[in-house]
């Protein structure tokens, strides 16, 4: 068929429907609107107290000062060895969201190869990361930033 | 082509009624929405865009359909429409007279006219003409528009205009999904995924959780979202669809479960995993899950995005240092080829839809900023005067990137032109982030 026949059946259609052109119905369906789901409620814990490991902007390399704390909470697991750790890794809000999901877990990883080179098993270790989304300070300045670049310590 | 389309425009023109006939309106309330232009407009098409006879007739101020016409066409940086304020009220009033229109320097009238149906219906007409050679380049009819749909008929109308002058469609009759902090004092943080219109009007909630949401993602039919949660306290990925019927986890392994993208085709979803021990991007195959490996390197691999032609990726990968973009063959994935070399930070690509271009985020002295890179010069463009940019997202017709940003009131959305020079924040109450423009759903 070329393409004046169609043309020409459009038209013939246009004119038959009365010119009317409707807008599209998905407009129509937020009428019967269902109820929206509600999730999470019970996996919003505050941030944990406790000692922190906190890193610089883009990196994940653990500074020497913070060794001790790590070497601490290893030292900890050692003597309790019914207790395992999360580790909850955490950006500042700068860069974008997922590249920064990717370095906390890569933050959280780092402090589980200090756990587990002081000789707590690795199946005692779970790593997760929340990227910027769960500062631990509101604010833009290099003051909140440098306390959410961090890494936490959640004892099971 | 020109001529079947002012055939068709005649033989539709003639089922229009008493268009040419024209009131002044007691509606005169110019819209608070800011369209800021940089660099001048002589590149964008002049456009009076008259008030629509009858328009009196619509209560509510939210449904001035010139002034809807008008913001879309602006927000697209290739339209510069005439504000209602400096219009001749005589010219407005009185018969078309096109060249008035053609002396006042706007190549392009639209004129309109609301009737009145039955409570809350409404028929409308709408009239696009070159004023320079007097050709009729639309003439449409929408008939039973309740109140409620009369913004997205006005956007119809633009879509209709975008195309006739221009020659690209258009993309107004589009939505955006993002995400949206409720911070109300006296209850705890939540976090809602909302759909709205393109321009940011009529929100509505599609999920609400206490714990982050991120990543949005557009099945092509527009029936389905896939998206990040944290609901489980680590990151998850779901696919709901927008009637609310149905919502299922389709990937929650070991690690992160992230950054899920659509493929053009709808069948695949792109995304992170670090079940093998650091993050890599993975393909899904929706109907059976199975899953294929596209990158290796032990550097960081996330924020994959889909070639318009569905064949390749770009992807963020740090496997040099800092966030760079790369792009892999789908046939060839090992086969990995650098895009980004300017700027030391340069993540979350995303393809335009028309394959001319990408646009991510670049860490520049002022902040992170959307920049534009041409696929074919290779040459980059930082298009954002913002300065924590996210989630840059482009239009179905590849003309307006929708993304993110920070200032001191909290999180907002704003629609850049492609070329950055017209800049729009989307009329959107509360702390707002992370964009994702819809595909084109039909209609027209």
Redesign the interface.
Known sequence: MTKLNLFAMAVAGLVLAGCSSTPTEEGTKTTAAPAVPVVGAGADRASVAGEKVYFDFDRAEIKAEFMPVIKAQAAYLTANASKSVALEGHCDERGTREYNLSLGERRAQSVADVLKANGVAASRIKSVSFGEDRPAVEGNDESAWSKNRRVEFVIQ | MHS?RS??AK??GA??VGASVFMTLGVSAEDPVRVEITGGTEQSYPIAVTPFKGQMLIANADYNLAQIVRDDLARSGRFNPMRESEMSAAKVAGELDLDYWRKVAQDYVVIGEVRQQAADMYQVDMRLINSLNHQELVA???????G??LR??AH?MSDAIYSAVTGRGGAF?TRLAYVKIDRTPGK?KMFVLEVADSDGY?P?????????L??ISWSPD?TRLAYV???????EIVV?S????S?QTVAAFE??N??PVWSPDGRSLLM?L?KGG??DIYVMDVASKRLTQLTFDSA?E??GTWAADGQAIYF?S?RRG??QVFKAELNNPRDVKRITFEGR?N??PVASPDGRYIAF?R?EVGG?KVTTQDLVSNESKVISSTG?D??PSFSPNSDMIAYSY?DYRGGMIAVLSRNGRAFTKLNINGDVR?PAWGPL???Q
């Open positions: 079947t055939i068709l033989i539709l089922c229009l449409r009819r929408w008939n039973g528009v309740s409620q749909l997205t008929a119809q009759d705890r009529a509505r909630a599609i999920l609400r959780s206490y714990m982050p991120m990543s527009a949660t944290f609901e489980n306290r680590r990151p709901q927008l009637d609310g019927r919502r690690g992160i992230s950054a992170t670090s650091n993050p960081i996330t924020e963020n740090d800092q966030p930070y993540a979350r985020v860490q992170f924590s996210e989630s920070n992370d759903v039909s209609s």
